[in-house]
Protein backbone atom coordinates (compact mmCIF):
# COMPACT_ATOMS: atom_id res chain seq x y z
CA UNK A 1 0.00 0.00 0.00
CA UNK A 2 1.82 3.33 -1.30
CA UNK A 3 1.70 5.76 1.08
CA UNK A 4 0.82 9.66 0.44
CA UNK A 5 2.59 10.87 -2.88
CA UNK A 6 3.58 14.49 -3.79
CA UNK A 7 5.32 15.52 -6.61
CA UNK A 8 7.00 17.18 -7.86
CA UNK A 9 9.83 16.89 -4.72
CA UNK A 10 11.38 20.16 -5.93
CA UNK A 11 9.59 23.08 -8.07
CA UNK A 12 11.53 26.20 -8.99
CA UNK A 13 9.59 29.21 -9.98
CA UNK A 14 10.60 32.51 -11.17
CA UNK A 15 8.48 35.34 -9.47
CA UNK A 16 5.16 36.00 -11.38
CA UNK A 17 5.16 32.47 -12.69
CA UNK A 18 2.55 29.39 -11.58
CA UNK A 19 3.44 26.63 -9.06
CA UNK A 20 1.21 23.62 -8.86
CA UNK A 21 1.90 20.53 -6.36
CA UNK A 22 -0.11 17.38 -6.84
CA UNK A 23 -1.02 15.65 -4.41
CA UNK A 24 -1.78 11.68 -4.48
CA UNK A 25 -3.59 10.26 -0.59
CA UNK A 26 -3.00 6.96 0.71
CA UNK A 27 -5.35 4.41 -0.82
CA UNK A 28 -8.76 4.60 0.80
CA UNK A 29 -8.25 8.02 1.75
CA UNK A 30 -10.78 10.81 1.21
CA UNK A 31 -9.58 13.60 2.76
CA UNK A 32 -6.71 15.77 2.25
CA UNK A 33 -5.03 18.96 3.86
CA UNK A 34 -2.23 20.83 2.88
CA UNK A 35 0.09 22.07 5.49
CA UNK A 36 3.01 24.84 4.92
CA UNK A 37 6.36 24.75 6.69
CA UNK A 38 8.27 28.28 6.15
CA UNK A 39 11.88 28.21 7.03
CA UNK A 40 12.51 27.66 10.25
CA UNK A 41 9.27 26.91 11.54
CA UNK A 42 6.68 24.68 12.25
CA UNK A 43 3.93 23.24 10.09
CA UNK A 44 1.31 25.94 9.35
CA UNK A 45 -2.64 24.48 7.95
CA UNK A 46 -3.70 25.65 4.89
CA UNK A 47 -7.01 23.70 3.49
CA UNK A 48 -9.33 20.70 4.56
CA UNK A 49 -10.28 18.84 1.57
CA UNK A 50 -12.74 16.23 0.55
CA UNK A 51 -13.43 14.67 -2.55
CA UNK A 52 -15.12 17.21 -4.47
CA UNK A 53 -15.27 19.41 -1.46
CA UNK A 54 -13.18 22.31 0.24
CA UNK A 55 -14.25 21.81 4.15
CA UNK A 56 -12.04 24.72 6.00
CA UNK A 57 -9.53 27.26 4.50
CA UNK A 58 -9.25 29.40 6.94
CA UNK A 59 -5.50 29.05 6.62
CA UNK A 60 -5.00 29.87 3.19
CA UNK A 61 -3.90 33.10 1.99
CA UNK A 62 -7.15 35.51 0.61
CA UNK A 63 -5.11 35.99 -3.09
CA UNK A 64 -3.44 33.69 -5.99
CA UNK A 65 -3.96 30.48 -3.60
CA UNK A 66 -6.37 27.77 -4.73
CA UNK A 67 -6.95 24.33 -3.79
CA UNK A 68 -9.27 21.26 -5.05
CA UNK A 69 -9.62 17.82 -4.76
CA UNK A 70 -11.28 16.59 -7.83
CA UNK A 71 -13.50 13.20 -7.84
CA UNK A 72 -11.28 11.34 -9.62
CA UNK A 73 -7.26 12.49 -9.79
CA UNK A 74 -4.92 13.72 -6.95
CA UNK A 75 -5.56 17.01 -4.92
CA UNK A 76 -3.86 20.01 -6.04
CA UNK A 77 -2.72 22.70 -4.59
CA UNK A 78 -1.98 26.04 -7.03
CA UNK A 79 -0.19 29.41 -6.49
CA UNK A 80 -0.40 31.44 -9.07
CA UNK A 81 1.74 34.61 -9.85
CA UNK A 82 4.72 33.26 -6.93
CA UNK A 83 6.46 35.39 -5.00
CA UNK A 84 9.67 34.81 -3.06
CA UNK A 85 7.78 34.89 0.35
CA UNK A 86 5.77 31.66 -1.27
CA UNK A 87 9.25 29.82 -1.31
CA UNK A 88 8.77 27.02 1.76
CA UNK A 89 8.12 23.21 2.06
CA UNK A 90 4.18 22.06 1.30
CA UNK A 91 2.94 19.39 3.06
CA UNK A 92 0.01 16.93 2.36
CA UNK A 93 -1.44 14.78 4.80
CA UNK A 94 -4.22 12.21 3.95
CA UNK A 95 -6.44 10.33 6.11
CA UNK A 96 -9.85 8.02 5.98
CA UNK A 97 -11.77 10.31 7.89
CA UNK A 98 -11.52 12.20 10.92
CA UNK A 99 -12.39 10.47 13.81
CA UNK A 100 -11.04 9.05 17.12
CA UNK A 101 -8.22 7.08 15.50
CA UNK A 102 -7.32 10.45 13.69
CA UNK A 103 -3.59 9.87 12.16
CA UNK A 104 -2.62 11.70 9.31
CA UNK A 105 -0.47 10.27 7.47
CA UNK A 106 2.23 12.80 5.53
CA UNK A 107 3.85 12.81 2.24
CA UNK A 108 7.32 13.62 1.88
CA UNK A 109 6.81 17.38 0.95
CA UNK A 110 7.01 19.58 -2.29
CA UNK A 111 9.79 21.98 -1.80
CA UNK A 112 9.10 25.50 -3.75
CA UNK A 113 12.10 27.61 -4.56
CA UNK A 114 10.99 31.44 -5.82
CA UNK A 115 13.72 32.88 -7.81
CA UNK B 1 -7.86 29.99 19.10
CA UNK B 2 -5.51 26.91 19.99
CA UNK B 3 -2.00 27.51 20.29
CA UNK B 4 0.72 25.22 20.81
CA UNK B 5 4.23 25.71 22.49
CA UNK B 6 8.01 24.31 22.12
CA UNK B 7 9.69 26.43 24.20
CA UNK B 8 13.03 24.63 23.42
CA UNK B 9 14.12 25.35 20.53
CA UNK B 10 17.18 23.00 20.43
CA UNK B 11 18.35 20.01 22.84
CA UNK B 12 20.48 17.72 23.20
CA UNK B 13 21.38 14.39 24.61
CA UNK B 14 24.31 11.99 24.66
CA UNK B 15 23.34 8.51 23.16
CA UNK B 16 22.11 5.84 25.87
CA UNK B 17 20.81 8.82 27.75
CA UNK B 18 17.24 10.01 28.40
CA UNK B 19 16.26 13.39 27.26
CA UNK B 20 12.83 15.47 27.93
CA UNK B 21 11.17 17.63 25.18
CA UNK B 22 8.57 20.01 26.78
CA UNK B 23 5.04 21.40 25.06
CA UNK B 24 1.88 23.36 26.32
CA UNK B 25 -0.82 24.22 24.53
CA UNK B 26 -4.10 26.29 25.24
CA UNK B 27 -7.41 25.07 24.00
CA UNK B 28 -11.18 25.72 25.64
CA UNK B 29 -11.92 21.56 24.09
CA UNK B 30 -12.00 19.28 26.67
CA UNK B 31 -11.86 16.19 24.01
CA UNK B 32 -8.57 16.26 21.97
CA UNK B 33 -5.66 14.74 20.25
CA UNK B 34 -2.09 15.61 21.13
CA UNK B 35 1.00 14.17 18.76
CA UNK B 36 4.57 14.54 18.52
CA UNK B 37 6.02 14.10 15.24
CA UNK B 38 9.64 13.48 14.08
CA UNK B 39 11.02 15.00 11.07
CA UNK B 40 14.52 14.17 10.11
CA UNK B 41 16.20 15.67 7.53
CA UNK B 42 14.73 13.86 4.82
CA UNK B 43 12.01 16.00 6.19
CA UNK B 44 9.46 13.44 6.17
CA UNK B 45 6.86 13.78 8.76
CA UNK B 46 6.71 10.94 10.78
CA UNK B 47 4.36 10.31 13.29
CA UNK B 48 6.38 9.67 17.20
CA UNK B 49 3.15 8.99 19.38
CA UNK B 50 -0.62 9.69 20.07
CA UNK B 51 -2.50 10.49 23.23
CA UNK B 52 -6.14 11.16 23.65
CA UNK B 53 -7.25 13.52 25.95
CA UNK B 54 -9.50 11.69 27.52
CA UNK B 55 -7.32 8.87 28.27
CA UNK B 56 -5.53 9.60 32.13
CA UNK B 57 -2.89 7.08 30.54
CA UNK B 58 0.41 8.70 29.38
CA UNK B 59 0.64 6.89 25.81
CA UNK B 60 4.01 4.95 25.59
CA UNK B 61 5.63 3.18 22.11
CA UNK B 62 8.70 1.74 22.77
CA UNK B 63 11.75 3.99 24.11
CA UNK B 64 9.34 7.11 23.11
CA UNK B 65 6.70 8.07 26.64
CA UNK B 66 4.84 11.46 27.07
CA UNK B 67 3.94 12.75 30.11
CA UNK B 68 0.45 14.27 29.76
CA UNK B 69 -1.03 16.88 32.63
CA UNK B 70 -4.20 17.92 31.30
CA UNK B 71 -4.98 20.04 34.16
CA UNK B 72 -1.66 21.95 33.48
CA UNK B 73 -1.98 21.55 29.61
CA UNK B 74 1.49 20.04 29.27
CA UNK B 75 2.59 17.16 26.79
CA UNK B 76 6.53 16.61 27.31
CA UNK B 77 7.98 13.76 25.40
CA UNK B 78 10.54 11.31 26.82
CA UNK B 79 12.88 9.65 24.52
CA UNK B 80 15.07 7.31 26.66
CA UNK B 81 18.16 5.15 25.72
CA UNK B 82 18.53 7.50 22.67
CA UNK B 83 20.23 6.32 19.40
CA UNK B 84 21.79 8.71 16.69
CA UNK B 85 18.84 8.19 14.38
CA UNK B 86 16.52 9.99 16.64
CA UNK B 87 18.00 13.08 15.71
CA UNK B 88 16.06 15.57 14.15
CA UNK B 89 13.87 17.98 14.37
CA UNK B 90 10.89 17.68 16.85
CA UNK B 91 7.21 18.59 16.84
CA UNK B 92 4.02 18.88 19.32
CA UNK B 93 0.52 18.70 17.39
CA UNK B 94 -2.76 19.32 18.64
CA UNK B 95 -6.49 18.53 16.86
CA UNK B 96 -9.64 18.72 18.88
CA UNK B 97 -12.10 16.15 18.80
CA UNK B 98 -14.93 18.59 18.41
CA UNK B 99 -16.43 18.23 14.97
CA UNK B 100 -17.38 20.85 12.80
CA UNK B 101 -14.56 22.20 10.31
CA UNK B 102 -11.83 21.93 12.32
CA UNK B 103 -12.17 18.39 12.41
CA UNK B 104 -8.50 16.37 12.15
CA UNK B 105 -6.61 20.32 11.33
CA UNK B 106 -3.69 19.62 12.78
CA UNK B 107 -2.00 22.78 14.60
CA UNK B 108 2.04 22.63 15.39
CA UNK B 109 4.27 23.44 17.63
CA UNK B 110 7.49 25.80 16.44
CA UNK B 111 9.79 22.70 16.50
CA UNK B 112 12.52 21.31 19.09
CA UNK B 113 16.18 20.34 17.26
CA UNK B 114 17.63 17.36 18.76
CA UNK B 115 20.71 16.73 18.91
CA UNK B 116 22.07 12.89 19.84
CA UNK B 117 26.15 12.99 20.98
CA UNK B 118 27.66 9.81 20.14
Known amino acids: NAGVMQNPRHLVRRRGQEARLRCSPMKGHSHVYWYRQLPEEGLKFMVYLQKENIIDESGMPKERFSAEFPKEGPSILRIQQVVRGDSAAYFC?????????????FGPGTRLTVL | AQTVTQSQPEMSVQEAETVTLSCTYD???????LFWYKQPPSRQMILVIRQEAYKQQNATENRFSVNFQKAAKSFSLKISDSQLGDAAMYFC???????????????FGQGTILTVHP
Open chain 2, 27 to 33: TSESDYY
Open chain 2, 93 to 107: AYTPNAGGTSYGKLT
Open chain 1, 93 to 105: ASSPRPGRHNEQF
